[in-house]
């Protein structure tokens, strides 16, 4: 793994994640949850979960209120902190999450849209070291944090 493989967009073009939003969350797992794009800086990236009545957890959710079931959470996490690894090196580069861990620290409000900000912090040629959290309104209220690390599984980040 010591070349960097072939990218799959034009050469001199740098990853753009309002574009690759797009095809992401129209397809597969995301795009069945709703998953859209938000914003990006240079190393991060926001997308947003609008709130769904089948998203809402069993029974529905903390006192049957329609609070947003964990899972759908998680996934937006993922995806937003796997997105602003591949802005902060500029390229799509395929790679497995390592870790992820996840603190809530309270529920969704019920009927809000939740914001998923995903932040690289640190990139080395194999491993990327992220950092986001998840809201509703108030990135000071956080509904949850993350914290993890992703593996390039074909070629290094830089």
């Known amino acids: 793994m010591s070349e960097k493989p072939p990218s799959i ?16 969350t129209r397809h597969g797992h995301g795009g069945w949850l709703g998953i859209q794009y938000h914003a990006h800086g240079e190393d991060w990236v926001e997308l947003k979960l609008p709130w ?40 799509f580069v395929p790679h497995a999450t390592l870790d ?27 491993i990327s070291f992220i950092r986001g959290v998840a809201h509703d309104g108030d990135p000071a209220d956080p509904v949850a944090h993350v914290i993890g690390t992703f593996m390039a599984t074909h070629g290094p980040y830089l």
Do not use: H
């Open 9 to 24: 967009l034009p050469p001199g073009t740098r990853f753009d994640p309002s574009l690759a939003a797009r095809m992401m």
């Open 100 to 126: 992820l861990r996840v603190d809530y620290m309270r529920a969704a409000t019920p009927g809000q849209t939740v914001i998923g900000r995903g932040e690289c912090y640190k990139l080395t040629r194999t």
């Open 52 to 91: 769904r009545e089948d998203l809402v957890g069993i029974d529905g959710g903390v006192g049957g209120m329609g609070v947003l079931a964990s899972g759908p959470i998680i996934s937006l996490m993922d995806n937003a902190t796997s997105m602003s690894v591949w802005t902060k090196s500029g390229s």
